[in-house]
């Protein structure tokens, strides 16, 4: 059982020292535009089109931090 851990432990340190050790892309840029629909909704578009991928992201600037008196709920 402890030869069992220590090779476990050891394989661990091994690979995140392999995966671990990799560098990004040093002074890269990411272009976006950055709407407002009439509604108010802000819409953030950043293309890249090395891969084809689409990933979206929707967060909301709403909950009751964010509720003023008078005007609460979010539908």
């Not at 402890?2 to 392999?18: D, F, K």
Request: hydrophobic share 45%; proline share 1%; net charge negative.
């Amino acid at each position: 059982m402890l030869a069992c851990t220590r090779w476990n432990w050891q394989a661990v340190v091994i690979a995140t020292g392999i995966f671990g050790s990799g560098t990004g892309v040093v002074g890269q840029t990411v272009e976006f535009t950055d709407t407002t629909l009439e509604n108010g909704l802000r819409v953030i578009i950043a293309e890249d089109h090395v891969a084809p991928v689409i990933s979206i992201a929707v967060n909301y600037d709403v909950g009751s931090r964010n509720e003023r008196r008078g005007l609460t709920g979010f539908a």
